[in-house]
């Protein structure tokens, strides 16, 4: 077995083509809002692909000058981004996105709309220069209690998923971004967040053909031009590797029996699942050998040292008979095929949109028909909402609920966020609710406020209550608290932001499928009747 050490490879790597694959394969991430020496000198050398989070991201013109700034480098440069709408945003990691993610469209489950949301956020990220976006979301979100999915998926029925994702894949890519399909053979049906440990999906081939591989199925029909891999294990496809090392999931089933022929990219490759088990520069080899053909890398690790670390162990590896060198470089030309698709596709994409200049607002299915593409986010917003309203005892008649006139206090129930939405973006409706009813005031409460309840009803006095929640299913101490407040206060307004599994409650209770700042404007107009 080779030993991955440190400075392990060419004498001049710099020159060396088999070092310029290892470097095309990887898409590292890096610090900070302008791109750093190294990062620059990595392109010359044959880097090919760059990720953005939401640490790069200050504004549109700042992303577009950074952007502009790798293409001065580098001009086939592919740009990535896990921007997903919804509870997962790069682009407005610090104000909350205008567009609501998956579980929100799924949940209004009309295609058009689904398509005409990912065109217009697909049509923002090509105006600021990226063109590969690590979404949508494929996984049918089977187990109410994952962690880490949740809202990011369209929902739990295998054909709604199917069709959303197909959608979402067509309108993505016909703004000129490539769409990534995540993440495959489907994380739905897990407890674990793969952040941390490596999840396991115990199921049968008969349930994850009909289940977790449809909507790659159908992404793959739609031409999705990059699948990611999750690093989960999946003992039925393959007792001993996770997806994303597994020649069977990646090699055998998702180029051999799904006929997928486009970029196959791994899931962040220091994640836990893979580097507490593997290691990142065994995982790596592991990864493309597996038939994996780009490295995810630099959410968590985002420096020169890491690049140099994968490179060498890539080169290493092939020297040492241990990965073929023609399975890197078939790897390499898919990372640089993908790159001319982005190219041709982004010149296109501007020709139609400079064709359809002046034309008339292009509008989505069943909404206002003078909604552009601008307000889409907003209209999907409104109609994924579930609005239960409720008079205080056994009335379920809806017109009961009259809007607030006067400024509430707002509670917020706040979950420890998974890595993959961050703590950085706000979420909830008091914003929104103090620009319609200005006074409004709110405070956050955890689980570990054990008194939560009593906080909020002391700080709320005499004014009603709005309390937000996200997955009340998953945590005992949001369903306590709300006991709490409901029988002191059965005027209490909840909305929950999560997945809607509990079951509604409260004098008005709303849905929102998901925690955008488009669905917190949407139920805050529909608590003030605005």
Known sequence: MTTFASGTTASNPEKDGLTRDALTVLQPGFPGTTAPDWL??????????????????????????????????????????????????????????????????????????????????GRRLAACGVNLNWAPSADVNSNPSNPVIGVRSFGADPELVARHTAAYVTGLQAAGVAACTKHFPGHGDTAVDSHHALPRIDAES????????????????????????????????????????????????????????????TDAIEMQAIAATYGIERGSVIAIAAGADALCVGGGLADDETVRRLRDALVSAVRAGELPEERLAEAAERVRGLARWAASASAAAEGSAAAAEGSAPVTATASPSDVTRVDIGLVAARRALTVTGMKVGTST??????????????????????????DETPWGVAAELARLLPGTESSSFTGEDADA?????????????????????????????????????????????????????????????????????AAAEVIAGA
Do not use: K
């Not at 001009?75 to 709408?85: K, R, S, W």
């Not at 891999?229 to 994303?244: E, F, G, K, R």
């Not at 309390?467 to 206060?489: F, G, I, K």
């Open 397 to 422: 008649d809806a017109d009961t609920f009259t809007p607030l006139t006067e400024p509430p206090y707002v509670a917020l129930l706040t979950p420890v966020a998974n890595i993959a939405v961050g």
């Open 40 to 121: 620059l000198r990595r392109l010359g050398e044959g880097l090919a692909s760059v990720g953005l989070f939401g640490r790069n991201i200050a504004s549109p013109e700042q992303l577009s000058s950074l952007t502009a700034q790798l293409r001065a480098e580098r001009d086939d440069v592919l740009v990535a981004i896990d921007e997903e709408g919804g509870d997962v945003t790069r682009l407005e990691v610090r104000t909350g996105s205008s567009f609501p993610g998956n579980h929100a469209l799924g949940a209004v489950d009309d295609v058009d709309l689904t398509r005409e949301v990912a065109y217009e956020l």
């Open 206 to 265: 008969s349930v994850l053909e009909r289940r977790e591989l449809l909507p790659f199925r159908a992404a793959i029909a739609a031409g999705t031009r990059a699948v990611m891999s999750a690093h989960i294990l999946v003992p039925t496809l393959d007792p001993d590797h996770p997806a994303t090392l597994s020649p069977h999931i990646l090699t055998d089933l998702l180029r051999g029996r799904l006929g997928y022929d486009g970029l196959i990219v």
């Open 453 to 521: 309840a009593d906080a909020i009803l002391t700080a709320a006095g005499t004014r009603r209550i709005v309390a937000v929640v996200r997955d009340e299913h998953r945590h005992p101490w949001m369903a306590s608290a709300l006991d709490t407040l409901l029988a002191a206060r059965p005027d209490t307004v909840v909305v929950e932001m999560g997945i809607p599994q509990a079951a509604p409650r409260g004098a008005l209770h709303i849905a929102t499928h998901g925690a955008a700042r488009v669905c917190g404007q």
